[in-house]
Every structure is written in structure tokens, then in C-alpha cells.
């Protein structure tokens, strides 16, 4: 009734703990490898899961062929991270609630929080709500350098009541590293929605945001991205600390916030404005977007085979 | 020109190694690259302009440039540290061409003033200029502190004059680069941290002698009390000395990136590094087995206590 997709790339720490955490209520599991050079599809395969392997450009292009893809034979599908894990409740719930669900329902909302050097991260408003699950061929992937979503095509959603963990076991360092490349992304997408440099409608819009998420979204976009970044920054992290109750998590929370929800926020801001030096002197955008590709050291952000369609 | 040999240890640095052995060439008879094995064209730019190069495995700073001086073939009087990403101004060049050979016998080190400049601008305020560094000392007279990261060098015999000019420490990688330099330093740091805390290696220099009252004061501040704060609490108020006391708002954009990033979110991920570090140990029975986790950290497979060697194996 339910197929899960895992996108990975060197996960054998992992990949066992997902496998394991879905297959109780998934009727068959994918692995989606861009290439591992350990033992991720190896042991993927020993646990039953059908492993493809794939070139990696970005998550939503990968999480997009993969949809198209793959025989998935099963009404529901399902995207998990291979560093994520489900709660029973969750487990519990999907099992129940997905079968009973109504014709026009077509995607459900999971809540997922973080756990951080062995903390749950509860507080600094870091539950999040993504869209998780949905009928096959009712969802697609918004084309994105950073943050892929998915946008129901059709239906509406609803949200389940228990908790899945976003785990990851490795450590500081690759944190760092893991979001020292999300940066350069989320850099490359700001300033292809400054320049648009997307050929079509990938410029932002609140078509796809949950409802409850449009607060969050307008702010984000009328406020927090005209103030300098480094202001903006600043400002939340102390709203995510001080007034989300952040302090809570204790000192692994604050590690957290601090790296995800002020460093990380700065670093996109700091290599926003280091990548604009060379793109504003720039005329036109073809120029800009050769520019952006050689120094990001993305070069498929020079071609157009990023852009949404 | 001078007396004086040029060392300077590379890895992967074509980027800048030609600048900086050009920069070298203004002063010196003899140019070392000390490489840990490029993969990319440093040896070979290197050797095309006129360095002697010479591969060695890399296992800390501090321990490759110690090889340096204990086995290059050195035969001027004096000797100086440069590092691949630095150049002398040219005011710096003529001081050491006229001052370097007039010096008397009694004085056997020189230190010279760094500016920093990060983003293309030179960062003058912030505590971070000048930050005044031994760098030429006669042959012999001069080691290097062992230690995983901010290994200086100290003199052991004869005294230092400090130089008027500057040399820049001028990184032309972009700000992924400069993140992922400092996260690794960041580890090595924490390590230089708890090696202390548990006294786990012997060749360890503690805050010993020191070549100045600068870094013997700074040193003493981070190992005494900075190291014991909560781990918000002494990057926080060091990047507000910096940042406000000390005048970094003055560095304009560039500033505001790299006060941030150096002093509070480096100092930062050090202090949760230490605890991260500081939690494996402790699951650890013993001295033995510490020490081994430590080298699994930066990747070396061991580290034998008796010669004090560390053996890198390829994992």
C-alpha cells in the first residue's frame, strides 16, 4: 500500500536504522544511490530494499526522477531521509489512518524534529511540518538548488499527529560540511530568484506553502529578506532561542540553534553577498549565470537543466 | 639579498605558491617548499620557479616544520617561516634586506607584523592588527612548539627585535574554503585541548616559553578561563570585544563576515568540539584507547607514545 523512497549517498551508518524504521508498514523500500563508496547499497540489498543507483545534481532532481522512474506499484508513496527515523506512534498511525483516508486526500503532512548530539531539539520552533506522503502521481518536486518541496497537484493534505526524528549520527564536522554545501545552494537559489535566472515560474510563490506555514513564509520574504543578513540573522536566533524557548534543549540545543539557526542563516547571507560582487557588474544573464557556476563550483548552474519547468 | 632561507610547507596550494615564492625571492638565497604530497600543480609550479622542493608526509604543521629545519640542507645564517598564502609588502623586503645582515650577534630572532586580509580588504581593527609573529631567527636557534593548531615558534637561545613592516596573510580561496580550513582547525584545536586536559601525548609543549608577552597573555587567557566558560559565553563576549571594544564594526562588510566567523563561530564549534571530543574519551577505559580515538578523528591510525611519532596510515 505504501512504497518509501530513500535518496542516499554514504549512509552505511544509517541506511540500516531507516531501512528497519519503515519496514514494518512499507510494502516495498527504494534506495536511490548517487554512487556510495561504501557500503550503503550493500547493505540496502541485504535488507530487501531495491537499490538503483543514479547521478546526483540535486535532492529535488534526484527525488524527481525517482518518482518517474521507478515501478512503484503502490498507491501511497512515501520520502524519507536515510538519517530520519519514525516513532511507533507514527508507525502506528500510517498503518491505521492511511487506508481510512477519504478519495480527495492526497498527501499528508509528517511532523518532524531534530536530534542533535544525542538531544531532541523540541523548542526554538524547529517542529516542522513537511509533506511526506502522497498518492503516486499526485505530488510533484519543485525544482530547487536547496529545500526541495513537494506541491500537491491535486487534492488536499492532512497532517498526522505523531513525531518522525531527523537522527544523524555523524558528527560535527560533517555537519559543518553538510552545511557548508547547503550554503553555496541556497546562496546559488537566492540569487537566481535576485537575477531570475530561472527560465520559468521557479521564481518563489506561497502556491505550495502548508497553510499553516504562510505566516512563517510571508515573513521570511517581506521581512527577513530586506534586512541585511547579518541583522536578520541575529534577530533569529534570538527569536528562535529567547522567544521559541530554545534554551530549553539545553546545551546541545543551543549548539543547534546556533549553528543551524545563526551561522547557517549568516554563511548563506555572507556568500550571497560574496557570489553578488562578481554577478552585479555583470550584464546579462548568461554571463551571470557562467559567473555563479564557476564560482560556487556548481557547473550545472550554468546550463538550464536546473530550472523548473 | 640577504643571508636567509625561505621555508614553506604546501599542500594543494596553486593557487598561491607562485605569488608567495615570488614574494620570497625578494629576500632570499635559498627557497624550501616542504609538500605533503599535492595533488594538485603546487611541486610543479614550485620547481618552475626556482624553489628547491621537497616532499614529506604531512602529520601536524608544527611536526613538518620541525622536519624542516632539523633535515633541509640550510646553509644561510638566518632562517624564516612563510606561509604559502602570505606575501611581504615591499616596504618589509627592503627593511629585511638593510636591517637583517646589521643585527648584532646577541640578537638571534625577528618578528615581524601580520595583517590579515580576508575578501580582498585588509582587516586593521578587531584585535587582529598587528598580530606580531617570530618568524626569521638565526639557523639553530630557534624550534617550534609542538602542538596541533597555533604552533609558534619560540627562541631558545639570544632575543627577538620586532621588525616596523608588514607581511600579509592574503587567502585568495573563497568562503567555502575558508570554512572548511576552519572546521578542520577547529578539530585540531579541541584535540590540543583535551591532549592537555588528560596529558595524553609527551611531546605536548604546554603554554612553555614564549617569544612574546602577546601570545603568552593570549594563550594564558583561552587555557586558563576561556576553556571553562559555558561555550556561549567566551565566543560570545570575545566577538563583542572584538566586534565593538576593539572596533571591528570599522572593517565594513568584510569585517562583519570575518569577525563572526573567526572569532565567534570558530570559537564556537571549538568549544562544542571539546565536549564532543570530551564524550568519546570518557566512554574510553583507557589512556591507550583515547589516544587511539584521537587519531581516528583526524584520520591517523596511531600514535606511538614512546617515539612520539604518529604514524599515518591511509583509512
Not at chain 1, 118 to 147: E, N, Q
Not at chain 2, 121 to 129: K, M, V
Request: aromatic share 12%; net charge neutral; proline share 3%.
Amino acid at each position: 500500500m505504501l512504497s518509501v523512497i530513500i535518496l542516499t549517498r554514504d549512509e552505511e551508518i544509517h541506511i540500516e536504522r531507516a531501512i528497519r524504521s519503515v519496514a514494518p508498514i512499507a510494502a516495498k523500500i527504494f534506495v536511490v544511490d548517487s554512487f556510495s563508496t561504501d557500503r550503503t547499497c550493500e547493505v540496502a540489498r541485504s535488507l530487501g530494499a531495491y537499490v538503483v543507483q543514479h547521478e546526483f545534481i540535486t535532492q529535488s532532481q534526484q527525488f524527481e526522477w525517482a518518482i518517474g522512474a521507478l515501478p512503484i506499484e503502490t498507491e501511497w508513496v512515501m520520502r524519507l531521509d536515510a538519517d530520519e527515523i519514525l516513532t511507533d506512534e507514527l508507525r502506528d498511525e500510517i498503518t491505521e489512518q492511511l487506508p481510512k483516508l477519504q478519495r480527495d486526500i492526497s498527501g499528508v503532512y509528517l511532523r518532524l524534529a531534530y536530534v542533535f548530539m544525542g538531544r531532541k531539539v523540541v523548542h526554538g520552533g524547529r517542529s516542522l511540518k513537511l509533506l511526506r506522503i502522497f498518492r503516486k502521481g499526485a505530488a510533484r518536486v519543485k525544482r530547487r538548488w536547496m529545500d526541495e518541496r513537494m506541491v500537491l497537484m491535486e487534492g488536499h493534505a492532512v497532517t498526522f499527529k505523531n513525531m518522525m526524528f531527523d537522527h544523524n549520527l555523524k558528527t560535527l564536522t560533517f555537519f559543518i560540511e553538510k552545511h557548508n554545501d547547503y550554503a553555496t545552494r541556497e546562496a546559488i537559489q537566492t540569487l537566481c530568484e535576485k537575477y531570475s535566472l530561472f527560465a520559468s515560474e521557479n521564481q518563489s510563490s506561497d502556491e505550495d506553502i502548508p497553510r499553516g506555514g504562510k505566516l512563517k513564509y510571508r515573513l521570511k520574504h517581506n521581512i527577513y529578506d530586506r534586512m541585511p543578513y547579518w541583522i536578520a540573522s541575529s534577530a533569529f536566533f534570538s527569536y528562535r532561542y529567547f522567544l521559541s524557548f530554545g534554551f530549553l534543549d539545553g546545551k546541545e540545543g543551543l549548539a543547534y540553534h546556533f549553528l543551524q539557526g545563526y551561522w547557517y542563516r549568516f554563511l548563506v547571507g555572507a556568500k550571497v553577498e560574496e557570489f553578488d560582487r562578481a554577478l552585479r557588474r555583470l550584464p546579462t544573464s548568461q554571463a551571470r549565470r557562467t559567473e555563479l557556476a564557476r564560482l560556487s563550483g556548481f557547473p550545472s548552474v550554468a546550463t538550464r537543466e536546473t530550472d523548473d519547468r | 639579498m640577504a643571508e636567509i632561507c625561505v621555508i614553506i610547507l604546501t599542500y594543494n596550494e596553486e593557487k598561491h605558491i607562485e605569488r608567495a615564492i615570488s614574494s620570497a625571492q625578494e629576500i632570499a638565497a635559498q627557497i624550501f617548499v616542504v609538500d605533503s604530497f599535492s595533488t594538485d600543480r603546487t611541486c610543479e609550479i614550485a620547481r618552475a620557479f626556482g624553489a628547491e622542493v621537497v616532499q614529506h608526509a604531512y602529520i601536524v604543521q608544527s611536526r613538518q616544520f620541525q622536519w624542516a629545519i632539523d633535515n633541509l640542507p640550510i646553509t644561510t645564517e638566518w632562517v624564516m617561516r612563510l606561509d604559502a598564502d602570505e606575501t611581504l609588502t615591499p616596504e618589509l623586503v627592503s627593511e629585511i634586506n638593510q636591517s637583517l645582515p646589521r643585527l648584532p650577534t646577541s640578537v638571534t630572532g625577528v618578528t615581524l607584523r601580520r595583517r590579515h586580509v580576508f575578501m580582498g580588504r585588509w582587516i586593521r581593527h578587531g584585535a587582529r592588527y598587528p598580530i606580531t609573529l617570530l618568524r626569521i631567527w638565526r639557523r639553530g636557534t630557534a624550534c617550534i612548539e609542538l602542538r596541533w593548531m597555533d604552533e609558534h615558534m619560540i627562541l631558545l637561545c639570544g632575543r627577538a627585535v620586532g621588525f616596523k613592516h608588514d607581511f600579509s596573510d592574503h587567502n585568495l580561496s573563497d568562503l567555502s574554503s575558508f570554512i572548511r580550513k576552519h572546521n578542520e582547525y577547529a578539530t585540531r584545536e579541541a584535540i590540543d585541548v583535551l591532549i592537555d586536559r588528560y596529558h595524553l601525548l609527551e611531546w605536548h609543549h604546554g603554554p612553555a616559553a614564549f617569544t612574546n608577552i602577546q601570545m603568552a597573555a593570549k594563550r594564558r587567557v583561552k587555557e586558563n578561563l576561556y576553556n571553562r566558560l559555558p561555550i556561549w559565553i567566551g565566543p560570545a563576549s570575545y566577538f563583542l570585544y572584538r566586534y565593538f571594544v576593539r572596533l571591528g564594526f570599522l572593517d565594513g562588510q568584510e569585517g562583519i563576515i570575518y569577525h563572526f566567523l573567526q572569532a565567534f563561530w570558530y570559537r564556537f564549534l571549538v568549544g562544542i568540539k571539546v565536549d564532543e571530543l570530551e564524550r568519546l574519551l570518557q566512554s574510553l577505559p583507557d589512556r591507550e584507547a583515547r589516544i587511539a580515538a584521537i587519531g581516528r578523528t583526524i584520520g591517523y591510525s596511531s600514535i606511538d607514545l614512546t617515539t612520539t611519532r604518529i604514524t599515518k596510515s591511509e583509512i
